[in-house]
């Protein structure tokens, strides 16, 4: 195992350090319990917006707190749940006197604990909802999740409600929006190569010499099938074309394209696949209005990547172009 | 090899298609020759700035092509120069009438063509300077360089350049903040694992399990050393010792301080780098006043990083902060 690395058990620690003297301007570390806030703690008179996870997914999530997008994140270990502990200081800490969205990506350790935290979240007076995203087309229930998993359309979801929380809107409001994204968008990713989580010392799954994963998990867990590696061209049409077929889209829609590295492939690549979705979405007459190419939700080093397509409508596109200010998305401000 | 590409010889132009594709609203790319402008073309009163080199370092030189930044970017094949053939066109369309400036990493093949190219445009009648960036302190000359090889810095160089021909200044005052910004920064990197450039097939050096070089090329070439794998804050002071050295930082001085991913690496990693490199710059009194850590300049997958610092002004902060509107780097607008 080769990494930039101290020690394997400091490293949530040691990089959220790094992370927070980076961006002091913007984000806050707080530590024991360990979460990260929006500079300055809670804005009055706006909804909060909390997430988390495991940690191995950088930027995800705690790159995506800030200003029009999330008040706070809560990272676990590698690829570990967050818990209770940390959700609820977390949320009260974001809590501007609207209550609070927890946005949780559907792994069944995830699940509990949000649940576990917004109960104790309740009885000390905070209003929590509760919005589930589970985009990954690739397997309906798998290792880690009853029903769909969380994966990348995670981040349209926290971009997109942070906007509707930055513009003021109400509690359900928030709520709403945030679900009416989960039910548009869509994902499915592959891997050609594994990742290793620190603590563990070696690949979390192993790979033949030209063998790949279609469907993989973000956490390498099992996807669809493994076949041997095929051109970029025919890969973007085996992750795009369930992702199409799962949400019936028709012609003359209009979408978000989104191709996400895993963490160790060269933007070049990202961009050959995006290049072959986008051909394969305007052959369909489906019009991509706005697109996100890069590692935004990644699995440490994983070679890999996946294809999220969110349908928009006129005020999806304008919660999405609305500013963001975070460590890790930023424009308009 | 496995790589998400069609073939090894189209790698450069499907990436790039991929690329206008998904940045339509801010670039366009020019085929036949290659080369890739600001969407619109040149703003006439502007000092164009151009840059570019071989491919496989996205999102350097094209992801930093629009307001505020560069006019045009001249993409060679991977880790290749381009061709006095491409510069020329794009040099014209960068130009607004005062002039163009050329940011060239130094590279012997870089250095010539881009020599070539502003003679041609000089006979063209546009007025071109050149500012050489060799910013790389791990070694004196190296396989592909007579003097100091460009690296992570030139970022730094385009954004402060771009910044000041976009409110304005004159071709000499461009070319002069450019070469003020190359005269105050340093780099040195290092890699853990190599990459594989797609029409080799096979990784451009070999390192033994446990091993890493310091002081590595962003092409690969041979840097200082070759030591076992150390602990990352061990690596950092490895890396910032020298650039700290060379540059003679005292108690009291600001700085800008980049951590750079070499396109494998986790952004978690990066940040365990960054957090014992901004230790050691507070221990010796250095104030780190502005920070950017991710993948600005990479070397296709190879697994490591580069550490960045640049001496720090009023003039030099406020251009940095000042607008950018690009693929790779965007704020305030």
């Given at each position: 195992m080769k990494k930039l690395i101290n020690d394997p058990r400091a490293v949530v620690d040691e990089s959220l350090e790094g992370f927070g003297l980076a961006h002091a301007d913007l984000v806050e570390v707080h530590w024991d319990p360990v979460y990260v806030t929006r500079r300055g703690g809670a804005v009055q008179g706006k909804v909060g917006l909390v997430s988390g996870g495991g940690s191995g997914h950088e930027p995800l999530h705690a790159g995506y707190v800030g200003q029009g997008m999330l008040d706070a994140a809560v990272p676990g270990a590698v690829f570990t749940s967050p818990t209770p502990d940390q959700i609820l200081p977390a949320t009260q800490a974001a809590d501007g006197g609207l209550g609070v969205v927890h946005i949780v990506k559907n792994y069944t350790g995830d699940v509990l604990n949000f649940e576990t935290a917004a109960e104790l979240c309740a009885s000390e007076g905070v209003d929590v909802r509760t919005v589930l995203v589970n985009d990954d087309v690739a397997v309906e229930d798998s290792l880690y999740t009853a029903g769909r998993r969380g994966v990348a359309g995670t981040v349209l979801v926290e971009k997109i409600a942070g906007a509707a929380a930055e513009r003021g809107e109400s509690l359900d409001a928030v709520e709403a929006v945030a679900k009416r994204v989960v039910a548009n968008v869509r994902s499915m990713g592959l891997a050609l190569a594994p990742c290793t989580v620190p603590h563990a010392g070696k690949p979390s799954f192993e790979l033949a010499d030209g063998e790949i994963e279609i469907g993989i998990g973000i956490h390498g867990e099992p996807g669809r099938q493994r076949v041997g590696l095929e051109p970029a061209d025919v890969l973007a049409e085996r992750l795009l074309t369930p992702v199409m077929e799962d949400l019936g889209f028709e012609a003359g829609e209009e979408v978000l394209l989104m191709v996400n590295g895993m963490g160790g492939t060269p933007l070049?690549?990202?961009?050959?696949?995006?290049?072959?979705?986008?051909?394969?979405?305007?052959?369909?007459?489906?019009?991509?209005?706005?697109?996100?190419?890069?590692?935004?939700?990644?699995?440490?080093?994983?070679?890999?990547?996946?294809?999220?397509?969110?349908?928009?409508?006129?005020?999806?596109?304008?919660?999405?172009?609305?500013?963001?200010?975070?460590?890790?998305?930023?424009?308009?401000?």
């Open positions: 070049s690549e990202l961009y050959i696949v995006y290049r072959r979705a986008a051909q394969l979405l305007s052959d369909r007459g489906v019009s991509v209005e706005r697109s996100l190419v890069g590692n935004y939700t990644t699995s440490l080093e994983m070679q890999g990547c996946s294809v999220t397509v969110l349908r928009l409508d006129d005020e999806l596109t304008s919660l999405w172009d609305a500013p963001v200010k975070t460590p890790a998305l930023r424009w308009g401000v």
